[in-house]
């Protein structure tokens, strides 16, 4: 058997606002094209191929066809079993990242509690300040 590369772009990997998901279900639709021509791919098989459930999967294509990664077809929103599927053309890659940064809160920074020393002079000049 003959291995065949697919290129990803880094773009797709290392952008932090597409989900993981996301980024596996382009791997293997990438991979999918490049064996089958994108013609007759069904989503029950994507998904297991995936390793999710097929309403995920459709979430995670519906991602990909709103950021241009996969081009909108009318197969993909109706009824039909098999599904024609062909990657998008991105001339920009800047539109692939909103200007939104992406959901994360950052958490205040934790009050360090300090501890009495165990050295007995410190415990005794903390008396005779006391006194």
């Known amino acids: 058997m003959k291995k065949e ?7 797709v990997l290392e952008n932090p606002v597409v989900s993981l998901q996301t ?3 382009y791997c293997v639709i990438c991979t999918q094209l490049k064996h089958s021509g994108g013609n007759g791919l069904i989503y029950d098989d994507l998904a297991v191929k995936c390793g999710l459930t ?4 459709i979430q995670s294509i519906q991602e990909l ?6 081009a909108d077809h009318p197969s993909l929103h109706d009824n039909s079993l098999r599904r024609e599927i062909r ?6 890659w800047s539109e692939l990242t909103p200007s939104v940064p992406p ?4 958490r205040p920074p934790k009050k360090k509690q300090t501890k009495p020393a165990d050295d007995p ?3 005794a000049s903390e008396k005779v300040q006391k006194n």
């Open 87 to 92: 990657l998008g053309e991105i001339t920009d």
């Open 65 to 70: 066809v709103d950021r241009c990664l996969v």
């Open 103 to 106: 959901r994360t809160k950052k």
């Open 5 to 11: 590369a697919i290129t990803i772009p880094l773009e």
């Open 23 to 25: 980024k596996i279900v």
């Open 121 to 123: 002079a410190s415990e």
């Open 54 to 57: 097929r309403k995920k999967l």
